[in-house]
């Protein structure tokens, strides 16, 4: 019998809401879940270095497919001896696709049941991804965790197109577990699609759970659609999801919406929110978004946020900060990159330990209020 690459252990469920607190073990290490990953598409969490993501207390990040195999290209990531090795990176590593971002990146798409056509959004040449090209570059890359090829139709597609999408992506899905050539040392998540509509989440979760995933992914959504209608979206789809295998909401990253995703059962987010934001001046703080650059902050000696103890916190303040800012200096964006991923890092934290006191709803409603958010 081979061993699975990816275990869950459920720990407990919270009492009030679909929360659950659980623990992820991969051949990197284990975390606890609910989580946030951080986001190092080009194989790189964006100015931030190993050793600080591991000071923060990163257990697991994200990157992508579509872009390492265009640039530096998979073969040569192999060559170095997979992805942790290439990037000094030795905790838990997650890849997705490259679906998603041909949907959002590239040009001139053409899609078949074979996969997809389409223009590099680097040099303009033709390629074409499929189920089992894009699993032969996961494979090489050699994540703990890959993402099946899938499509992402935008949320308020017709009814007839999402379900021509909803099946074709099944059977990419089907394709890539039997691509799949690592199955002791790399989980393979299937993607549930299906926009808004309940009979097509049923339709992608009923297709995907018939096969034997790793865990099971929720995509189609921070698309475009309000937060109501996400959270909707994931009242009804989580519960058709296994409970004995991790769940992850793909790209989100707001601080209400990962609560409100804990909530609703989700364990794994990520998100390039809070290192986007950050390189344009804007801060996480548990009293809502800061803009640092702000003329106001030009003589304000405090913290980013007198609540945080992070290293940017405990040693620089919003005066200093801005003015890196304004004199164009790199250190400013580290700074804030590093608070914002440390400021979701220890919200999931918090989060956690609400879900072990069964005290869920009430550090929604405390956190809602501070950070200046309604709760419905
Ligand atoms: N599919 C894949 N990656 C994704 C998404 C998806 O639907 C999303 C949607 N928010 C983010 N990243 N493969």
Request: charged residues 25%; contains cysteine.
């Amino acid at each position: 019998m081979s061993e699975a690459a990816i275990k869950y252990r459920l720990i407990k469920k919270e009492k009030h809401t679909g929360a659950r607190l659980g623990e992820v073990t991969t051949p990197h290490g284990t975390f606890q879940t609910p989580i946030f990953m951080p986001v190092g598409t080009q194989a790189t969490v964006k100015s931030l270095a190993p050793e600080e993501l591991k000071e923060m207390n990163a257990q697991i990040i994200l990157s992508n497919t579509y872009h390492l195999w265009e640039r530096p290209g998979d073969d040569l990531v192999a060559e170095a001896g997979g992805l942790h090795k290439f990037m000094n990176w030795d905790r838990s590593i997650l890849t997705d696709s490259g679906g998603f971002q041909v949907f959002s990146l590239a040009k001139l798409r053409d899609i078949s049941e074979e996969g997809v056509r389409f223009r590099s959004n680097l040099n303009g040449s033709k390629l074409f991804l499929s189920p089992e090209k894009a699993i032969h570059i996961e494979n090489n890359l050699g994540a703990d965790i890959m993402m099946s090829f899938d499509e992402c139709p935008p949320f308020f597609e017709s009814y007839d197109y999402i379900k021509k999408s909803v099946e074709r992506t099944s059977r990419w899905a089907e394709r890539g577990l039997k691509a799949h050539r690592n199955p002791n040392t790399q989980g393979l998540f299937g993607i549930v699609q299906g926009g808004g509509h309940k009979e097509l989440r049923q339709q992608s979760a009923r297709d995907l759970t018939s096969l034997d995933f790793a865990g099971y992914s929720i995509g189609g959504l921070s698309v475009g659609e309000s937060k109501a209608e996400m959270n909707h979206v994931l009242d009804f789809t989580t519960p058709l999801l296994p409970e004995n295998k991790p769940r992850y909401l793909m790209g989100v990253g707001s601080p209400d919406a990962l609560i409100d995703g804990a909530i609703r059962g989700i364990d794994m987010f990520d998100c390039v929110l809070p290192t986007r934001i950050a390189r344009n001046g804007t801060c996480m703080t548990s009293h809502g978004r800061l803009v640092v650059k702000n003329a106001k902050y030009a003589r304000d000696f405090r913290p980013l946020d007198e609540n945080c103890q992070c290293y940017t916190c405990r040693n620089y303040t919003r005066a200093y900060i801005r003015h890196l800012f304004k004199a164009d200096e790199t250190f400013g964006l580290r700074l804030t990159s590093y608070h914002n991923l440390y400021f979701l890092l220890d919200l999931m934290k918090q989060v956690r330990q609400a879900i072990m006191d069964d005290e869920l709803l009430d550090f929604k409603e405390a956190f809602f209020e501070q950070y200046g958010l309604n709760v419905e």
